[in-house]
């Protein structure tokens, strides 16, 4: 596998190192040859911004295998301030041992691929690269009362890089070449392990209803465990608990993810886990993983401003237009006409430089399989809302449900459950919705969903409290687990 530097522009990325390649961020992005690529993407685009170019090189290279450097959890960790605090502790005594003797009250600190241009702190740039794994990063430390603390960590781009370093990062770029990682986990102990449950009460489309969220409480203890739900503003008592379990809506930039991240950050089970909030809530990620491995999804196009002209005459009217992160029917617009596609392709481009478009598959219901742990756990059947094409139909007035018809899973059609294990372990091992359109003998893939709903009466019509018992038997075994390893 060979290196793939991505840069923004031909220019920012001159060079020529043995074993590596470089491309700009819009060949990456749009030129379908880099999907088959072996390599490893090392992504120097500037990538502050949620859904930019810079995002989406790292977030296509994590779909297409391409182990991007950085990876997208490292972009958005270094915009959350929760995170940056933990990375503070992290390398506090560091910082000041190697700070002590410096003269101002404010340092900035670049790392190239963990070297230090300036020369004066190795030991300290090498560990911010091995905490945070971004290529080029820019740390700004200040001091107060005698104390020093890191401020700002970000991961720039090589045209943040000042021209006098340009022969210094093309040294630590080719030293880098093999690339390195570390592993870290940590641990708490509790006589009886806990779960907590995040629930927010004043959600609308919330994933359990309350009768769900007690019959998971109740679940707890016969395996063993103890559950507790718990609200948005228990962030702070999360190493409390052995395990998490998010029932609130995901999404990336909420409160969610960050509660997903510490749990992940203090070794816990959770469920959603930080990487499957990142794949399931963004479709292009989810196109390019599913095509490169072969799952069949209705014919789709990855549109961005230069490809419009070619979303009709490929897949005809109707057609549906999707926002990236979109969810519970919402940002997924049925296109008419062509002037309809421009006009809200417009606005949607506005916030993602890349969007889906799907061919148009009419269909009764859709199929939602419930996969936890790698194996079916439900099936249910979605119909459509009366008189509307999705399962969910809004107004101003009103929000319409179809009607939800739960099967055993040696009912549904062989295809369905396969087609949806296979995609599903695509994104991890967690709990997911996975929905699928059947055209005859024909079963498409419409997307994974992390926190696919559980709710008392609908998803449970089949398995009743045994469902329940499955997913706290997951924590339960994963838990123990856990403390196996650390015992």
Known sequence: MKILFVANHDQDWPFEIPGAGVATARAYLTDPAYSRVDAQVVNLCRADRYQGRGYYVSLLAEARGHAPLPEVKTIED???????????????????????????SVFELDAYFGRDPAGLHPTLAQHLFNVVKAPLLRAVFERANGRWRLQEARAIGVA???????????????????????????????????????????????????????KFVDAAPSVGL??????????????????????TTTSVGH????????????????????????????????HELMARHGVPTPKTIMVHRENLDQVVPTLGLPCILKQPDSGFGL???????????????????????????????????????GVLDRRPLFVCKYFMAPGHWQVIKRDP???????????????APEIVIDTAVRAASLIGGGLYGVDLKQVGE?????????????????EDQVLQDALYREVMGVFARRISARRRVAA
């Open 78 to 104: 270094l915009q959350a301030p929760a995170h940056l605090e933990m990375l503070a502790e992290e390398v506090d005594q560091l910082v000041q041992r190697a700070l002590q003797h410096a003269a101002s």
């Open 442 to 458: 024909q079963c498409y893939l419409i997307e994974v969903n992390d926190n696919p709903n559980v709710d008392a009466g609908n």
């Open 255 to 286: 409160y969610t993810y960050e509660f997903s991240r510490r749990a992940a950050a203090l070794g816990m089970p959770v469920m959603d886990d930080p990487a499957s909030i990142l794949k399931c809530t963004n479709k292009v990620y989810l």
């Open 397 to 411: 007035s009103a929000r319409v449900e179809g009607r939800t018809v739960a099967l055993s899973v040696g009912e």
């Open 331 to 369: 940002g997924v617009v049925k296109i008419e006409s062509e002037q309809h596609l421009m006009l809200r392709a417009a606005q949607l481009l506005e916030r993602s430089e890349l969007l889906i478009a799907q061919e148009w598959l009419p269909t009764l219901f859709d199929w939602r399989v």
């Open 160 to 214: 943040d890089t000042p021209p006098r370093h340009r022969a210094f990062l093309l040294a630590a770029a080719t030293e880098y070449v093999t690339g390195r990682r570390r592993p870290r986990i940590s641990s708490a102990e509790s006589d009886v392990p806990a779960v907590a449950i995040l629930h927010d009460a004043r959600e609308t489309d919330r994933p359990s209803n309350d009768r769900a969220l007690q």
């Open 226 to 247: 103890r559950a507790e739900i718990v609200s948005p503003d228990a962030l702070e008592t999360l190493s409390d608990f052995d395990g998490l379990f998010i029932r």
